[in-house]
């Protein structure tokens, strides 16, 4: 990966991996998968957000690869993943089924923690067979099932047409995002990231999401703009912890505090006051911690009964 891609220094720089595979999906696009730490840990599979990569999860990946194995992939079209000509949460429930296929065992239990398109990506493949043989818990980070366009802060405007028209305009702009100037950063931390974000924070969002190319970021706006996983959120039977920073206007709690009240199985919701959009970036110790517990409630668990 360029180091244009991502910061290339301090705690957000991505780790190198252990190795790199490519797995092919359903319709034969390809993605880039990174596989963290050792093979015989328990595993953990990083779902990342509309515009991002694999470099998001930098923070996690540091940290958890310790004592876990981390797959992280590059979602169609995003970080070192090749442009794909279908854009739909059926492809994205088809591609992280592959990577789960092609990375684990016949049988092996994992914790999935899915961003933003991310989780939405997690929705989408709750009923698919390999997901439900594989997840036995999902952390659900600063995401939403439905109604994005409509529920977003973005625009500071009282809800209503107007406010949704111009949304629709700024999500789903053609425009390219340019160099990571200055300007190009107060931007993005207003949209996406808390008032209290650290700069080397920001300056770490701001590498990424300026990598993704401007027609794979247009074509994935036309499909958030549509999203309805209502029915995904019913079918994720799986325990289920959402985060949620107070101050996110792309996926404002709303949509988290939706999600409780129709998951089967929600676990607990965590909303982190005056954070952003980017909760792994923004709080990275908590998410990771999350991770943990999942892992060591439900994967552990799970391994040590099978064993007896």
Known sequence: MSRLMHVSSGPYAPPVPARELTVTSADGSRLHVEVHGREDAPAVVLSHGWTCSTAFWAAQVRDLAVDHRVIAYDQRGHGRSPVAVA?????????????????????????????????MTVLAAAQRARFREHVVAVLLCSTGSSRLVDESLVVPLRAGRARTWLTRKVLGTRAPLGPVTPAARRILKYGTMGPGSAPHMVEACARIVHACPRAVRYAWSRVLDTL??????????????????????????VHARALVAALPNCIGITELAGLGHMTPVEAPELVSAKIRELVASYVEFDQVEEGA
């Not at 994205?92 to 789960?100: P, S």
């Not at 309805?228 to 709690?253: C, F, I, K, S, Y």
């Open 87 to 119: 854009h739909s949460t059926d492809a994205l429930a088809d591609d992280l089924e592959a990577v789960l296929e092609e990375t684990l065992a016949p049988g092996e239990k994992v914790v999935i923690a899915g961003h933003s398109m991310g989780g």
């Open 228 to 253: 309805d996983l209502d029915h995904g959120v019913r079918e994720l039977a799986v325990p289920t912890a959402v985060v949620v920073g107070t101050a996110d206007r792309m996926t404002p709690p």
